[in-house]
């Protein structure tokens, strides 16, 4: 759903057959797998499910256009990275291992060749921090679908305005009139 | 078509700006009041996560335009960068229609009678450009009154015995704490210290036509909903468009100040929001663009008698930039503390804003309030990651979990001290949309805001800590170039033209209907947010003004 979505959004600037705006089919899948490792599912939704690409995929056809080349650059290098170390792409990788190549990455310790352009440690925490903003951020960008995150920190939603649904309980706050007839 | 020729011309509708222009208009002078930004009202609280004043990732919502309006920030290893308004080194406030006042928090505070005389008080400090202002805390008192209750301020200092005397209370009660104050001020007492009700620019009860605070989870950096915060977009604006003596023109830059053959100025000239260039004239022209903008105008102002801006005679357009580091600590409880009412912050302490040990232990130096932070949405909290978690995986997720409704942060600006090389420029190559040339800042903060910074956050922590936090760490001090939204000191109010850019009256030294009336003036910027000073001030300086001016000129 979120692809057609995207496929219909008509903002126009998707790479060839993708249904995303910006990223390719395979981009997009090797972002899903390395958000999800920076916010797994557990009992609580991951940033793969919250939508965290969608809201990377259209933040790079506006306010973030400018990472672009970041993120084609990035995501390339973190296949050459996964390849050089253990012979498969990103996604083909066991949790462990993927979880390794982001360590490494985080401290700018992954194979030097394949980061040539960007900085192993720059694009991962590009990454970290978009993806939160995806995971906790509003759902009008995309991410947090359904509101998840703030369910998942027992936050109101949808938001409630305002503060009557404390004055129900709040005992500094005088009621008046009658609860029931 | 010439533009009829006004009293006054101010420039920027800010905090500063948007009462110089009530001020004036009410006089019956009449005046043009130019704004770069956009009009913004209620219904322009987006309550974005994301794109917010105080959360600018998808970019800033209140001005200025991300495209059009860039800076070069020069960083502490002399290198140079493009910024745009988002960016944290560009030090933005806000363009609009209320400046800073559209989407502040609206802390209310009197700065204290030391922040007026910090160089009697403390002495020369070696590095910084220290002074005293050339005013007192007595002659701003009759304007912050006049502030707190033309703008609109609730809340309950009576219990901060280290205020400065006030002859009349806060117009309106403070709201009801919340459950952090629940938890800190009791706290604060066992300790000996002496917790009020923070002085807010909002609503608690219904005041000036205008609705009482509905306690929701947007509000630092937000426009306000029911309109419950009061700035000068929603207060003295209005009044100044109401006198019939006042036009407002927004979505107008200010290219330059124009200069007569005698020295004298004659006006503005702006590109109106359609980017034709015009020419505004008036008797006297009133610069309220705040720190950065204004100095930026003064010095982008040359001509044959001002070779390198106006009021810039002794290089001095620009130094002293100024804003706030903010230092504190954050406590984590076994319990929930976090109740979802806005606008969070509401208790604080004054006890370390002076007589504090300075530098190396040695002698005595300001510090700053301390208050529990505003409430803070999801995403802002991710930066709250204490030292030793990990930033993301499993362990992110837990801490989120864990501790997002069992945080309380005590936060608190540290004054600086001024210095002379932390400053605006206007860049020799970088010109923005207009053609106009850029703002280019550099500097750093001086030592001692470090020494008191970690002062400030061991007491936070130890609050925190008598509040039954069972863990608690401390933020470390920004050691780069000051300025953001607290942004202030650039056109120094002095008596000496040779070490200041303004007399005591915010009038150019050296021309006579040129006034610089926003936070720039601030010789120091106090342990506190500067908004009602800059209000104090700008009451102040208006009131000089218009009494200069009667019977010169009426309304045409």
Known sequence: MVAAAAAGSGIGCSAGRSPWRFLSVDEARSLAAICDLIIPPDEDPGAAWAGVVNYIDRQLCGPLRHLRNSYRQGIAA?????RALYGANFVALAGPRAIELLRLMEQGQAPREAWKQISSSEFFALLVDQTMQGFYGDPRHGGNREGTSWKMLGMPYPPIRGRLHYDVNTASVPVVGSKVK | MALKHVNAVVVGAGAGGGIVAKELATAGLSVVLVERGKWYTAFDCRKDDLRNQRTPVLGNSFGPDEDRNPRVFVDEQGHEHLMKPSDGGYSNNAAC????????????????????????????????????????????????EKAEWEIGVSGDDANNV??????????????????????????????????????????????????????????????CEVDAKNGTQNTVIPTALATGNCELRSECIVKEILTDSRGRVKGVAYFDSESRLREQTADLVVVSGSAIESARLLLNSKSRLFPTGLGNRYDWVGRNLQGHAYTGAVGRFDFEVYDDLGPGAGIAICDFNHGNRGLNGEGLTSGGMLANEFIRLPY??????????????????????????????????????????????????????????????????????????????SKAEAWLQEAGAITTWTFSLATGLSGGQHQAGTCRMGDDPKISVVDKYCRVHDVDNLYVIDGSVHVTNGGFNPALTIMAVAYYASDNLAKSRKGTHGAS
């Open chain 1, 78 to 82: 973190v296949d050459t990275s996964s």
């Open chain 2, 97 to 144: 229609v209320g400046g800073g006042t559209a989407s502040y928090g609206a802390m209310a505070w009197r700065y204290m009678e030391k922040d007026f005389r910090m160089r009697s008080t403390y002495g020369t400090v070696a590095g910084s450009t220290l002074d005293d202002w050339p005013i007192t805390y007595n002659d701003l008192e009759p304007y912050y």
């Open chain 2, 162 to 223: 280290f205020r400065s005397p006030r002859r009349r209370p806060l117009p309106m009660p403070p709201l009801p704490g919340n459950r952090e104050y629940e938890v800190l001020k009791p706290a604060a007492q066992r300790l000996g210290l002496h917790p009020f009700d923070i002085p807010m620019l909002r609503n608690s009860v219904p005041y000036n036509g205008r609705a009482a605070c509905m306690r929701c989870r947007w509000c630092v950096g937000f426009a």
């Open chain 2, 380 to 457: 802002q909290f991710v930066g709250w990651r204490p030292p030793g978690v990990p930033r993301w995986g499993r362990a992110h997720k837990e801490f989120m979990r864990q501790w997002y409704r069992r945080s309380i942060g005590v936060m608190g600006p540290v004054q600086e001290m001024p210095m002379f090389d932390s400053r605006v420029q206007v860049d020799p190559k970088v010109k923005d949309y207009w053609g106009i040339p850029v703002v280019r800042l550099s500097g750093h903060r001086h030592p001692n805001d470090q020494v008191v910074g970690k002062f400030l956050a």
